[in-house]
């Protein structure tokens, strides 16, 4: 269905090519998985299939391709589109038009389609992805994963036979992201798309994926076979697989189901006390404080009645549902949003209704999407900014910029264009350029979104650095292995009010639905992260 | 056009209680989208009232005084006339009824819809359009998004220069968003550069009629040759008309759920034209006097033309037509066209259109 034969191709204007010597083969109805750390040149792998590389991107390719019995690179982008669908990262960026049926139609409208065909085609594809009940809404009422079904029904308008999708989950929240995910599943298993899919969630495709296919960063091949046979060669894995090749567990389990049956199995005759978390009470007062804080938007109550303690050196995550008021309580505690009631206190002093530029001197607050942040020309410009802001000239700097560059391992980059910088980065950026005025809090909203294993890893690594250090951190996410390794606390809010904090034994540990993996594998155990699991055996 | 034609209050009223019955109708039928951030009420009242003082405290003429300011206070100094504040709250009544027109308008036609009406012939034009109306929500809330994130790092605006970290992510963003949808668009088989060609003939020929157009125009208004001048203005309608009717025959494109244009869109047409044609058109034998009605210097009472009132009803068609049709749940699921949805007859964009 796709091979790929000694592909190679740079890009215009660059020095080193994006893709060299590639050679992969997929057969007609496989589910591929395509990883390997950001940069890897997975995203020009997968436009090479519907000659988006290089007829829109320019540059050089060499090698062959062929897809459905067609060469892309002759063909047009246009020619591929009834062959290949494609689905890209952000839905907002791929629609035209605003209603859902008329985003639909729209790629079968240019195709001059007879109309009775085309509405046959439209009710097909809104079965498929199941958008039948949405189908006269507007698209920016719509949430992030019904869009990005949106995306994936007009990308099978053509009906295609292969689909490829360039990690169309990491904008989503997980419960979207599974949304989405599944959708795929049965796309491939009902229908027999054949599927190429780039994506960090391993966890939640491996089971129903043929193949993988490995681009490491640079230098060595790339490595195509089963899940099996790739993953004990990759560094990015789940908890799962690494607790399996920690306990050397064979077969390697793929589902958790299979893993508790291994779990079961090793667990069996051992005794093991159950872990406890017992960490000393926090001393001294609070650095941040909120007291009976309610916040209303656009005349609804979004956060009721909220006390929050956050002590210098703990690492707080807030978790709970969509829509629970966690952005909210975030952006009222660094003064965004005025509360209707109830006080802030932060390191001492009451700030409710202070301006946001004084609090951010002692309470940096990075929002979902870093980009927002980022315009100066160089890395080290961006943090100048910020001392100017705040009316600091540089020698009187809290701590010195190039020391905070090569704390967050920018060192090397302080004279590139931000925007250019990977996703991790360009994230490391935005934390630099809060970090310089040397808060004593940091909020982060959603800040392992769209993050791979690697990027996340370096994440907490900063972040546990900054706790020592004796900051107090919050972190509204849904990731649930984030809070597991890296809180002390967490926060559970559902609509507006905190209804659980405690330890993330507590909260976690016993949740059905915030669970991490390892506290699944071994219930009853206290365990929740794979360090825990080597601790107590190693 | 006929709101902008008379100031007699017989003609502006009836043409207002004809929008306010359309607009009745409509509501019925729950076609209503997009809620009004501010009545029309309102925004009348707002308009009427302010139009009538400006005008009576500005304009000093007129016989009829009501009292009189101290010359001392300047601008407003002067007798205030009952003519000044009768024409100002025409004015405001006529500016009141254009706006109501619109948003009745607006409410019975979606941007869709219109951009469905645009010739074939300038399609890759309606698809821009259509493009920067779905950016629009999108910028506004990347916007927000920025100003927040500044306002973190201690960003006040002060002066001109400290627009830039607000403005240049917004554009930077902005053309990230830009090249991203240009992407999918050509994943998605969309290619306008084959698009059959707007080639040198076309070109030519739009511009030759352009030019009729305007010489026609200008024969007739400034140099007086009615006949001529109306003979070079129909023929550059003919050939543009000619051309884009070519061009859209050659652009190869269908509609998703097409319109058809019924006889009830005629008659909606009709009654607009009509009514619009009453007012214009100098027909022989019918007394147009009374459009002409002007308070100074002495406030008189308006003259009607029965016939006139008769041509307003025109405007009504589009009622009538939303009366025939089936009463939807007032609660039902928003639904942006529902004209489209059931094939029935597009209820007023002409209707609308036509009052004004």
């Known amino acids: ?538 | 056009m006929i709101l902008s034609t008379t100031r007699n209050p017989w003609y502006v009223g009836l043409v207002l209680a004809a929008i306010a019955v359309v607009r009745a109708a409509i509501q019925r039928l729950d076609l209503s989208t997009s809620p009004l951030p501010f009545s029309i009420l309102r925004f009348g009242l707002f308009v009427v009232t302010f139009s009538a003082i400006f005008n009576a405290l500005s304009v000093h003429f007129g016989r009829t005084v009501l009292f009189v300011i101290p010359p001392a206070i300047p601008y407003l100094g002067g007798p205030v006339t009952l003519e000044a504040l009768v024409y100002g709250t025409l004015n405001g009544l006529v500016l009141t009824g254009l706006f109501a027109a619109f948003t009745v308008f607006n409410q019975a036609v979606t941007i869709r819809q219109l951009i469905r009406l645009v010739p074939q012939a300038f399609f890759p034009v309606a698809i821009m359009v259509s493009i920067a109306i779905t950016f629009v929500p999108v910028t506004l809330r990347h916007a927000r998004d920025i100003r927040e994130a500044q306002a973190v790092r201690g960003h006040r605006l002060r002066g001109l220069r400290d627009w830039l970290p607000l403005v240049m992510p917004l554009l930077v963003g902005g053309l990230e968003r830009a090249l991203q949808l240009a992407e999918a668009m050509t994943a998605r088989g969309f290619a306008s550069t084959d698009e059959a060609g707007h080639d040198a003939l076309t070109r030519l020929t739009i511009l030759l009629g352009l030019t009729l157009l305007i010489g026609g125009w200008l024969l007739r208004l400034v140099w007086g040759y009615a006949v001529g001048g109306l003979l070079l203005l129909l023929a550059g309608i003919g050939l543009i008309m000619g051309i884009l009717w070519r061009v859209g025959r050659r652009v190869s494109r269908t509609n998703y759920r097409p319109q058809p244009w019924t006889g009830a869109d005629w008659a909606i047409v009709a009654g607009a034209v009509g009514a619009a044609a009453g007012f214009v058109v100098p027909w022989p034998g019918l007394d147009r006097s009374s459009i002409f009605f002007y308070p100074y210097p002495q406030l008189s009472w308006p003259a009607f033309q029965p016939l006139l009132g008769l041509v307003i009803a025109g405007l009504l068609v589009p009622a009538l037509l939303a009366l025939r049709l089936p009463v939807k749940n007032k609660r039902g699921v928003k639904r942006p066209s529902p004209t489209a949805q059931r094939g029935e007859p597009q209820i007023p964009p002409a209707g609308g259109l036509g009052g004004p």
């Open chain 1, 1 to 538: 269905m796709i091979r790929f034969e000694y592909v190679s191709f740079t890009y215009p204007n660059a020095d080193r090519p994006a893709l060299d010597n590639i050679s992969l083969h997929l057969l007609d109805g496989e589910f591929a998985l395509v990883v390997g750390p950001s940069g890897s040149g997975k995203s020009t792998l997968l436009r090479c299939v519907n000659g988006l590389t290089p007829h829109f991107s320019g540059g050089v390719i060499s090698g062959g391709v062929t897809v459905n019995g067609l060469d892309p690179i002759e063909a047009s982008p246009k020619v591929m589109s009834r062959h290949v669908g494609f689905v890209f990262q952000t839905p907002e960026a791929q629609f035209v038009m605003d209603r859902v049926e008329d985003e639909l139609a729209f790629a079968l409208e240019n195709a001059a389609m007879p109309p009775q065909e085309m509405r046959i085609r439209v009710e097909e594809v809104l079965d498929l992805l199941d958008l039948a009940p949405l189908r006269h809404r507007q698209l920016d009422t719509l949430s992030g994963g019904e869009r990005q079904r949106v995306a994936i029904a007009a990308a099978l308008a053509f009906r295609p036979q292969i689909l490829v999708l360039d990690e169309p989950t990491s904008q989503l929240d997980p419960k979207s992201a599974e949304d989405v995910l599944q959708a795929l599943v049965r796309l491939n298993t009902d229908l027999g798309l054949t599927i190429l899919l780039a994506e960090h969630r391993l966890e939640r495709v491996l089971p129903f994926v043929d193949q993988i296919i490995y681009l490491p960063a640079t230098g060595s091949d790339l490595v195509q076979g089963s899940s099996a046979q790739v993953l004990p060669q990759i560094d990015l894995t789940p908890p799962l697989v690494q607790v399996a090749q920690k306990l050397d567990w064979s077969p390697l389990p793929l589902t958790l189901k299979e893993g508790r049956r291994h779990s079961l199995r090793w667990l069996d005759g051992r005794t093991i006390a159950p872990k406890s978390h017992s960490e000393s009470p926090p001393a001294g007062r609070p650095y941040i404080r909120s007291e009976g804080v309610q916040v209303a938007f656009k005349g609804q109550t979004v956060v009721q009645g909220v006390d929050l303690q956050v002590w210098p050196g703990e690492i707080v995550a807030l978790m709970g549902r969509n829509g629970a008021g966690k952005t909210t309580l975030l952006k009222t505690l660094v003064g965004l949003m005025r509360p209707k009631q109830g006080q802030i206190v932060v390191d001492d002093q009451n700030v409710t209704g202070r301006d946001v530029a004084d609090i951010g001197r002692k309470v940096g607050y990075l929002p979902q999407n870093p980009g927002a942040l980022l315009f100066a020309d160089t890395v080290r410009e961006e943090l100048a900014v910020t001392l100017r802001n705040h009316g600091l000239p540089p020698q009187h700097a809290p701590v010195d910029p190039e020391t905070l560059l090569a704390e967050l391992g920018l060192a090397g980059k302080a004279d590139d264009y931000p925007r250019d910088l990977s996703v991790g980065e360009q994230q490391r950026v935005a934390l630099a350029a809060i970090m310089v005025t040397c808060p004593g809090a940091l909020l982060l909203d959603e800040p392992t979104r769209g993050l791979d294993y690697r990027a996340k890893q370096q994440l907490i690594d900063l972040l546990q650095r900054r706790q020592r250090a004796g900051a107090a951190i919050v972190l509204a996410t849904h990731d649930v292995e984030l809070a597991a390794i890296a809180a002390n606390r967490v926060v559970l809010m559902s609509q507006g009010e905190v209804i659980a904090n405690g330890s993330p034994a507590e909260v976690l540990g016993a949740s059905p639905l915030f669970a991490p993996q390892v506290a699944r594998l071994f219930p009853g155990t206290g365990w929740l992260t794979v360090d825990d699991v080597c601790e107590s055996i190693c």
